[in-house]
């Protein structure tokens, strides 16, 4: 189960990688500098009207990452 983890785990991080350059290929849109980051979601000039904004346009950038294992020990793990 600890090699499964480890694998899954290294996945995700190449995978966030990857979908973090792709985004940036295809919307020509830093990742690490986009308009609004986590530090302005949580500034004490925030809105509940720009928070939401915000947390949609993050989203719409963001290229989806799905994490799929044929181990069932590592499976039951995560999910309960």
Known sequence: LAAEAVAADN???RGT???AYLSEVITGIS???LACSSKMLSSAT???QRNKK???QLNRDRIP???VTDCESLYDV???
Do not use: E
């Open 11 to 13: 996945a995700v991080d």
């Open 17 to 19: 990688y990857v979908a």
């Open 31 to 33: 990742a690490t500098s």
């Open 46 to 48: 925030s809105t509940p």
């Open 54 to 56: 915000c947390k949609s």
């Open 65 to 67: 990452l799905y994490l």
């Open 78 to 80: 995560v999910i309960s």
